[in-house]
C-alpha cells in the first residue's frame, strides 16, 4: 500500500518568510495530493491540492510542486503571517483512498 | 451549508461500554469517510462509503468497529466492547465525488 513521509515534523520561521514543507510517496499509482491544515481543536481543511497530470499549483502564497518520476510533491508558503500557524499534512493516494503524512507544526513567529 | 457535522464533540466511556459516534455529511457529497487521528499513528483512514455503500473497510482496526450509513444524510461508527487504546479524535468527512474532502470538528473519544 501507499506510505507517506512528511518533513520537517516542526518548523519555526520568522513572519514574512517562506516555508517549505516536503512529502514523499511510494506508490506510483497515487495520483491525487492534497494539503490539509489543521488548527487547534479542528477539523483538517484542505488549502490545496494536486494531481499527477500537474507539475505545479499556486494559489495567492501557496504553492504545490509534484515530481512524479522521484514520487515528491512540497508545499511552498511566502510571505508567511501568524495566522498560517498550524499543523500541516500531505496526503496521497489514488481517488478517494488517501494516506496522510504525520503533519509538519508550522511555528510563524512575529 | 453548516459543513459536515458530528456528535458528540466529547465523549468519555469506561472500558468495555458501547460507544456511537454519529456524522451528518454535506448534503449533495455522495462520499463520506470515517478517520481516527492519534499522536503515535496520525490520521488513519478506517472506512468509507459512497452512495451509502462501504467500498473499503480495510483500516477498520477490528471487528469491534462497525460503521453504517442507513441514508445519504447519516452515518454511524460503533465501537462495542470500547477499550482504552481506542481513544483518539474520530472524523467524519464528506466529498463530492474524487473532489475535495470537508472534515467535520471531530469527536474526542476518551476510554477509562
Known amino acids: 500500500g501507499e506510505n507517506v513521509e512528511q518533513h520537517p515534523s516542526t518548523l519555526s520561521v520568522q513572519e514574512g518568510d517562506s516555508a517549505v514543507i516536503k512529502c514523499t510517496y511510494s506508490?506510483?499509482?497515487?495520483?491525487?495530493f492534497p494539503w490539509y491544515k489543521q488548527e487547534l481543536g479542528k477539523g483538517p481543511q484542505l488549502i490545496i491540492d494536486i494531481r499527477s497530470n500537474v507539475g505545479e499549483k499556486k494559489d495567492q502564497r501557496i504553492a504545490v510542486t509534484l515530481n512524479k518520476t522521484a514520487k515528491h510533491f512540497s508545499l511552498h508558503i511566502t510571505e508567511t503571517q501568524p495566522e498560517d500557524s498550524a499543523v500541516y499534512f500531505c496526503a496521497g493516494g489514488e481517488g478517494n483512498k488517501l494516506v496522510f503524512g504525520a503533519g509538519t507544526i508550522l511555528r510563524v513567529k512575529s | 451549508d453548516a459543513g459536515v457535522i458530528q456528535s458528540p464533540r466529547h465523549e468519555v466511556t469506561e472500558m468495555g461500554q458501547e460507544v456511537t459516534l454519529r456524522c451528518k455529511p454535506i448534503?449533495?457529497?455522495?462520499?463520506l469517510f470515517w478517520y481516527r487521528q492519534t499522536m503515535m499513528r496520525g490520521l488513519e483512514l478506517l472506512i468509507y462509503?459512497?452512495?451509502?455503500?462501504?467500498?473499503?473497510d480495510s483500516g477498520m482496526p477490528e471487528d469491534r468497529f462497525s460503521a453504517k450509513m442507513p441514508n445519504a444524510s447519516f452515518s454511524t461508527l460503533k465501537i462495542q466492547p470500547s477499550e482504552p487504546r481506542d481513544s483518539a479524535v474520530y472524523f467524519c468527512a464528506s466529498s463530492l465525488g474524487t473532489g475535495n474532502a470537508f472534515f467535520g470538528q471531530g469527536t474526542r473519544l476518551t476510554v477509562v
Open positions: 448534503s449533495g457529497h455522495d462520499y
Open positions: 462509503f459512497n452512495n451509502n455503500v462501504p467500498i473499503d
Open positions: 506508490d506510483s499509482a497515487s495520483n491525487y
